[in-house]
């Protein structure tokens, strides 16, 4: 069983939609969750990290933890054919560990059709 | 400010032959990563460098994966020999703190 599960998409919706992305984890000990954003050919693009549980939220996006389901996601309100992308979740259990090794999920293609 | 940046930008090589890959990170991050991923799979951690100091190279595949990084400024990633299993795009990050937050383009490497 891998540490992080991502669904791979694609995921289609309209333009305007409320976009839901999720990952799932296996490992308590992970305490920082980040959401990156990768266009084809590119390299990822951090837009959020969250410490702990809670929500964060910026602009159009908010990342959710829910660490007792072992649950992340990433919401993005009003989203844009801009926002087709592929989606990666990553975790680090940096306090356990000592150190900044971020575990990836295998991430979700996104579309948003105009 | 220049972003990360990553040369070669794609490499072709032969099974056996060796192939070095280089990152600049952005000036003054002194954390440099490493991560890998192979066709199909997740993005996996290779090594983390504070400044010129290794400081987890668990990801590190085998001994055949060497990396240095002279001065605490830029990196290289060695392999020799490369095999076929090599293949995959390879990414630096550099941060100022333990995020990994700026990515470069990636490298892809093809063995064949």
């Known amino acids: 069983q891998k540490e992080v599960e991502q669904d791979p998409g694609p995921l289609s919706v309209p333009e305007g939609a409320i976009v839901s992305l999720n990952c799932t984890y296996s490992?308590?000990?992970?305490?920082?969750f980040m959401w990156y954003r990768q266009y084809s050919r590119k390299g990822p693009e951090l837009l959020m990290y969250?410490?702990?549980?809670g929500n964060k939220e910026d602009g159009r996006f908010t990342a959710q933890v829910d660490k007792s389901s072992k649950y992340i996601s990433l919401f993005i309100r009003d989203s844009q054919p801009s926002d087709s992308a592929t989606y990666l979740c990553a975790m680090s259990d940096a306090f356990a560990s000592g150190t900044y090794k971020y575990i990836f999920g295998t991430g979700t293609r996104l579309k948003v059709l105009a | 400010e220049a972003g990360v940046t990553q040369f070669p930008s794609h490499s072709v090589i032969e099974k056996g032959q060796t192939v070095t890959l280089r990152c600049d990170p952005i000036?003054?991050?002194?954390?440099l990563y490493w991560y890998r991923r192979v066709m199909g799979k997740e993005i996996k951690f290779l090594l983390h460098?504070?400044?010129?100091?290794?400081?987890?190279e668990s990801g590190m595949p085998n001994n055949r994966f060497l990396a240095e990084r002279t001065g605490g400024t830029y990196s290289t990633l060695k392999v020799q020999p490369a095999e076929l299993e090599d293949s995959g795009v390879y990414f630096c990050a550099s941060s100022r703190g333990s995020v990994a937050e700026y990515f470069g383009p990636g490298t892809r490497l093809t063995v064949t």
């Open positions: 969250t410490y702990s549980s």
């Open positions: 000036s003054g991050h002194d954390n």
């Open positions: 490992n308590s000990a992970f305490q920082y």
């Open positions: 460098f504070v400044k010129e100091s290794k400081q987890d």
